[in-house]
């Protein structure tokens, strides 16, 4: 037995070749209303408009956003726990635990944003959390690099590159949201840096510094710092929209690196020199491709 879809297909063929098999002659209407009704859609989809692709985009990078954000709730949530058994001050442990609950609130937001785009469907995320920290170092070390990598590092990238989001943000609504996220961001890595100059103070050996180019790997991936890249104009747009043109995240990271995170270990006992060669590396492979 023919099956529609079989069917159609013949007198699709039927009419190409011309042949106008009689018993055919029926279905030639429906055949015809199928047609324009694709092209309708063809229409649809070839005049979609700039703006409308760069919020499908945005849609999209919102929903991931929910995931790292729930993610970063785990890795506080332990690292609060781990914090308080290791005797680390009161005011860090209690600004650790608010950072869990915080990035929870971060993916409720970015799920609203998502929805605000228009996202198609909800993700369902399933989190897993491990630990990031090599498995050498000894227990308290192996804290402190957690808390680098997660406080000191990401959470003041995040912060730099959030504060460039919200300038160009020309949506208000991710603007506010953007904003919001932003002040907690920057409480995330004080708490970080407010451990570092504890266990500085307490006289803890630099355990970090030869581990710089592995956590810098795992933390900024292949994020390119090539600035020299134009931007498209559906990348210009989606700036306004939550997710920074390529040129304009590369710049703002090397300058946190630089002028920030750099430093900022340095402050505190670390020696960041095997950090600045792989940005340097980094910098001068991006202006290669
Ligand atoms: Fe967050
Ligand atoms: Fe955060």
Known sequence: MLTESHSRRSVWLSLLL???VPKHRELLPRVLRGRRSRQRVLRRVSSTSPLDRARARAAHVWNQRRITELEAAERFAILAVELASQGASEPIVAMTREASGDERRHAELCLELADHFGAANRMT??????????????ERERLLYEVVALSCVTETLSTALLGALVEQARDDFAKQTMRSILR?????????????????????????????????????????????????????????LGSLQRRVSGRVAREALELVIFPGLERFGIDATLGRSWLTERVSASQRT
């Open 18 to 20: 011309g042949q106008r």
């Open 125 to 138: 995320p399933s989190i897993i959390v491990r630990r990031v920290s090599p498995a050498d170092l000894e």
């Open 184 to 240: 907690d961001e920057v409480q995330h890595s004080k708490l970080g840096w407010a451990f570092l100059a504890e266990e500085h103070a307490r006289g803890a050996r630099d355990c970090v510094g030869r581990y710089l180019p592995r956590m810098l790997e795992a933390t900024l991936g292949e994020e390119p710092f090539s600035e020299n890249v134009p931007a498209t104009p559906e990348e210009e747009l989606l700036a306004g």
